[in-house]
C-alpha cells in the first residue's frame, strides 16, 4: 500500500464510495460515485489500484468494469479515511 | 470511580449485564470494519469474529476481577466494562486502567476481520458472477427479450450512440462467432449498462425481461446466501432438538456455581452472604443435599483456601444441619476434610467434629478429642487421626439436634 498518496479528486470519490460501502460491483460503484460510463469510472480506478489501496476481483477493463467487485480491508479503514480528510 | 457504591448482584446478573453489553458493542464492531456487505451475517466467519468480540469483555471482566481492580458482583462495573472495553483496552479509560501492554490487543482481531471480508468479496464476486451468468443466458436465450432489454436500456442510457457502435461491433462477429454467441455478448454488453444504473435490476424484472425467480436471487444476493440461510435454519432446529433432548441437571449448576463463589477469595460481604445462603439451601434439600455436603466438604481440601472461607463453609454447614435439614453423612464428609493442607483449616474441621459429636450426645474419644492437628503435621499421624475419626463416626448415629 502506498504511503501518503496524492489522489485525484476522482480516485477520493470513488474510495469514499467504497468505504461507504465496504464490498461494491463495479456497477454500483459507478452510479454511487456519479460516474456516467465505466470508462469514467476506470481512470480513478486504475489510480486506486495501482497504489494498492483498494482490492479488486475482476478484470478493469471498461467493458467488464461493471461486473468487477471491490473491497477495502477493514485495517486500512482509518488509514484510507485519514487520507481522505487530509484531501 | 468508587464501585463501593454500586449494587452488588450476583456474579452470574454482572456477568449477564456484561455480555448483554458486549453483544451490542460486537455488533456495533462489527458493523464499523464490515458493516453494509450484503449477507455478512450469512458467513460462519462473521459469527466468530461477533463470539471473539463477545469474548473480550467477558474475558475482560473476569481478569480485571481477578486482579482485583473490579469486583465481579459491581452492577456499575459490569456496565463499565460491558459498553466501554475498547477504552479499557486502548488505555482511555480512567477509572478502570488494565494491566500491561494492551495496544497491540486489537492486531489479531483486525488481521481476521481482513480475512472475513477477503472471504466476502471473493464470495460476493463467485455469487454474483454466477447469478450474471444466469441473467445473461436468460436473456440471450431468445431474440426477443435480447431486443427487449436493448430497447430499455437505450432508453436509458446517456450515451446512446457509444452503446449503438458497440452493440454493432459485436455484430461484426457474427460470421466468426456465430448468432448464439453474439446474442450472449451484445446481452452482457447491456446487462453491464444495466447493472450501472442504479435500481437496474428491479427496472429490467418490471419490464418482464427477467422473471421474478432470477430476481429474487439478485434480492438474496445470489445463491450463495440461500444456501448460509439453509445452514443456519438446519443449525437453529439442531440447537432447539438437541436442548429438548438433553436435561440439564439446574441444581447441580447451582451447586456447582455457588461452591465457586464461596471458594472464591475475592468476594464482597455481600457476594459471601449470598452463597452461604444458597449453600444451606441446597444442603437442605434432600434431593441434593448428598452431593452439596460432600463437594462442599471436599472445597475444604483445596489448595490455597483462606481461612475465612473455610469458616464459611463450616459456617453453612453447621447451619444447614442446625435448621434441621437432612444434611446426611456430615462427619463422615468432614472427616476427609481433615486432609487439607492448610493445618488452620485442619484444626477447625477438627473443633466442627468435636462440636457435633458433642450436640449428638456421643461419648468423647480421648485421644481424638486431645490432638491438635496444629502441632502436628505428621503423614501418618495425621492418616492415624482420620482413621480414628471415621471409626469414631462409623459407631455414631448422629441425629440432628432438637
Redesign the interface.
Known amino acids: 500500500m502506498a504511503i501518503n498518496p496524492t489522489l485525484t479528486a476522482d480516485a477520493q470519490r470513488v474510495l469514499r464510495a467504497i468505504l461507504?460501502?465496504?464490498?461494491v460491483?463495479?456497477?454500483?460503484l459507478?452510479?454511487q460515485s456519479g460516474f456516467?460510463?465505466?470508462q469514467a469510472l476506470a481512470t480513478p480506478v486504475n489510480e486506486l489500484v495501482s497504489q494498492n489501496l483498494i482490492?479488486v476481483?475482476?478484470p478493469v477493463s471498461p467493458?467488464?468494469?461493471?461486473?468487477?467487485?471491490f473491497?477495502?480491508?477493514?485495517?486500512s479503514?482509518e488509514y484510507l479515511r485519514s487520507l481522505l480528510r487530509r484531501g | 470511580m468508587d464501585f463501593s457504591v454500586s449494587p452488588d448482584l450476583d456474579a452470574v446478573c454482572c456477568y449477564g449485564v456484561v455480555a448483554l453489553l458486549g453483544v451490542w458493542v460486537s455488533a456495533r464492531q462489527i458493523s464499523r470494519r464490515l458493516g453494509g456487505i450484503a449477507g455478512l451475517w450469512m458467513l460462519p466467519g462473521t459469527w466468530l469474529l461477533f463470539l471473539l468480540y463477545l469474548a473480550i469483555p467477558v474475558g475482560l471482566f473476569w481478569l480485571l476481577d481477578q486482579t482485583g481492580a473490579i469486583t465481579d458482583t459491581s452492577l456499575f462495573a459490569a456496565i463499565l466494562v460491558g459498553g466501554g472495553y475498547e477504552r479499557i483496552i486502548s488505555g482511555q479509560n480512567n477509572t478502570i486502567h488494565a494491566t500491561g501492554d494492551l495496544s497491540r490487543f486489537w492486531t489479531p482481531f483486525l488481521a481476521f476481520a481482513d480475512n472475513v471480508q477477503k472471504t466476502l468479496l471473493q464470495q460476493t464476486a463467485r455469487a454474483r458472477n454466477r447469478l450474471d451468468d444466469r441473467i445473461v443466458d436468460w436473456i440471450a436465450a431468445t431474440d426477443q427479450r435480447t431486443g427487449q432489454f436493448r430497447g430499455l436500456m437505450r432508453s436509458r442510457v446517456e450515451d446512446v450512440a457509444a452503446l449503438d457502435t458497440r452493440l454493432a461491433g459485436i455484430d461484426a462477429l457474427a460470421a466468426d462467432l456465430g448468432v448464439g454467441s453474439v446474442r450472449e455478448r451484445k446481452a452482457r454488453a447491456l446487462y453491464g449498462t444495466a447493472v450501472s444504473l442504479p435500481d437496474g435490476y428491479r427496472l429490467i424484472y418490471e419490464r418482464g425481461i427477467i422473471p421474478w425467480r432470477l430476481y429474487v436471487l439478485f434480492k438474496c444476493g445470489g445463491d450463495m446466501k440461500l444456501r448460509y440461510a439453509a445452514v443456519l435454519v438446519l443449525l437453529l432446529a439442531g440447537c432447539g432438538f438437541a436442548a429438548m433432548s438433553i436435561h440439564l441437571d439446574s441444581g447441580w449448576l447451582e451447586e456447582t456455581y455457588r461452591i465457586w463463589r464461596i471458594g472464591k477469595s475475592t468476594t464482597t460481604a455481600a457476594d459471601q452472604f449470598r452463597s452461604r445462603r444458597h449453600l444451606v439451601l441446597l444442603m437442605q434439600d434432600p434431593r441434593q443435599a448428598p452431593r452439596a455436603v460432600t463437594d462442599v466438604a471436599t472445597l475444604l481440601r483445596r489448595p490455597g483456601l483462606p481461612t475465612d472461607r473455610a469458616d464459611l463453609i463450616l459456617q453453612a454447614m453447621l447451619e444447614a444441619k442446625a435448621a434441621g435439614g437432612a444434611v446426611p453423612d456430615l462427619p463422615p464428609s468432614l472427616v476427609q476434610s481433615l486432609r487439607a493442607g492448610n493445618v488452620d483449616v485442619r484444626a477447625r474441621v477438627n473443633d466442627v467434629l468435636k462440636f457435633l459429636a458433642a450436640t449428638c450426645g456421643a461419648v468423647p474419644d480421648e485421644g481424638l478429642w486431645g490432638w491438635k492437628p496444629v502441632d502436628d503435621v505428621s503423614t501418618a499421624v495425621l492418616e492415624e487421626r482420620i482413621t480414628g475419626w471415621s471409626t469414631y463416626w462409623s459407631r455414631q448415629s448422629c441425629k440432628a439436634p432438637t
Open positions: 461507504d460501502a465496504k464490498v460491483r463495479g456497477g454500483e459507478m452510479w456516467k460510463t465505466p482490492e476481483i475482476g467493458n467488464e468494469l461493471p461486473f468487477a467487485t473491497g477495502i480491508p477493514p485495517s479503514h
